[in-house]
């Protein structure tokens, strides 16, 4: 979604454990969760601009991270079958040498549609759950399950652009045109 914006980056994937903390909020987790891998990479790339998210989804207020097995994201689908779930992005940028950072979580709603076994089943062949928080990505195939979606869509796919875009301007970052 950077790129198709027009940014120019690079990528860095931190080796850090998420945050799996039953005590914060579904927004508290996903911005510790980015803040943490922002931070890592800041202190091996110190004189980088360093965006970082991290995306979970929310039933009833009970936090979906990513499944650990196929069973677990199958559990996870018939869960979310019919109903109406939240998905929140938490997004960290910060830039050591400018001594400044930003920071904001998204949260957007989103309806499935009725899934029996077969249409999981389905799906589960022409997508990975198990790297997805929830179990699913609202790219590509995701319409085959997904209803709606009340808010920003790319904050379902995983990063909000448009407070994205806002907050590395506040960096002196812009898109090319």
Known sequence: MLRRAGFT???AVPQI???ATPHLSLRELTL???SRKAGLIAQER????VLAADTLVALDGEIIGKPRHIDEAREILRRLSGRVHDVCTGVFVVARTQRKFASFAEISRVRFRKLNDQAIDDYFCKVNPLDKAG???????GGEIIASVDGSFTNVVGLPMEPTIAALAQFGIYPRR
Do not use: I, R, T
């Not at 110190?46 to 601009?49: E, I, K, L, R, T």
């Not at 179990?135 to 195939?141: F, V």
């Open 9 to 11: 980056f690079e990528v």
């Open 46 to 49: 110190a004189d980088a601009v």
């Open 17 to 19: 454990d998420e945050l």
């Open 32 to 34: 510790a969760n980015a």
């Open 135 to 141: 179990a699913y990505s609202a790219q590509g195939k």
